[in-house]
């Protein structure tokens, strides 16, 4: 792609954008004068599609006038209203609906789901995660070792970048396995690094797992809704994410949880049960012995926060009509330009932490701007650009391709110029 950096150029791309109008469909925050914000942390809490009021509303005006009937009689009833959510969940991930369900939140899935495939022995207990993992991710593992009696410090492994590096290599991660696979009882990695945007290749994850008979989880928080995991075809064992990052339902809101076709019908999995785990057909029987659902719904415990659900369903909504596909497409050129306008800033402070490859990230670039405190980062949310900072000199900004514009990078990174 032939770039150039002028505003003519960003607005001519944003013209030929065949997703441009899906910006008008979430709210933008703005400015005492009106003036959108430059908002570049959909990798932390998406914005709110216009429609998630009316979907809220739909449940709290069938709620008023329905009262318990709402669960069989509401427009979309809640009894079965998760499911109206796992066909595009499942698309999304590239999963298949046995495979997925939304429930909870992401550390809650992470845990209930290591009940199930982090089965430690004598011989094999160790854990290997990412050095950078996400402190929830951390401390999940930690307490598991802990919970089984074992020392997190001599059981968990750090799969870390080489000296003077940031991002990790394959290699690596191969040589751990190599050493220490015997000891090795589970590997949870996240699919995007959520400091580097660093995409791994999670089919090589799972085979290398698989060959050292080690469980495989993912965490998809920055990948749901940003890249196309095939968790499916990659065989990994199991995944979980959130939602209010890339998929825009609403700060807190409930989280998605993947087990592979594979382990769906196996009654000796070791699980943690509900009355939302039962059989469907005849869970209101309520007195029966426990009939547990094959696949992801016989994970859930308990009956749903509908109102949380209804603000996914309008995200998804929206996901379903333009596709991860189109998504992609337009992600790949939006974070390109993005990093073009990085480079011709010609700035020898900055440098950008993702890989280049567009294959290798999704939309998030980690910027590290050299002999920078925390004032660069306040300074542009003064100037209304939303980034995310990270100690000690790292910037994370999103373009989301559903509501950032080509116009906004290029304003971002007019503000950046100024500020350096
Ligand atoms: C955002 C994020 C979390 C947050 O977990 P919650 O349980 O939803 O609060 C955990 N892990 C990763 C990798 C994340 O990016």
Redesign the pocket.
Known sequence: MNYQATPEFAQELDRQDPLSKYRNQFHIPKDQEGNSWLYFCG??LGLQPKKTQEYIQQELTDWANLGVEGHFEAKNPWMPYHEFLTETMAKLVGAKPIEVVTMN??????HLLMVSFYQPTDKKYKIVIESD?????KY?VESQLSFHGYDPKDGLILWTPREGEELLRMEDLEGILEEQGDEIAMLLI?GV??YTGQYLDIKKIAELGDAKNCMVGI????GAGNIKPNLHESGVDFA???T??YLNSGP?SL?GLFIHEKHAHNKNLKKFSGWWSHNKTTRFNMRQELDVIPGAEGYQLSNPPILSMAAIKASLDLFDEVGMDALREKSEKLTGYFEYLINAMGSDRIKIITPSNPKERGCQLSVQVLNADKSLHNKLTEAHVITDWREPDVIRCAPVPLYNSFEDVFKMTEILKTLL
Do not use: E, Q, R, V
């Open positions: 990798n932390s939140t992401l550390t809650t899935n992470l993992a996400f402190p929830s991710d999940a996240g690094n959520y965490d998809l928080a920055h979980a994410w959130c209010y990052k807190g989280a």
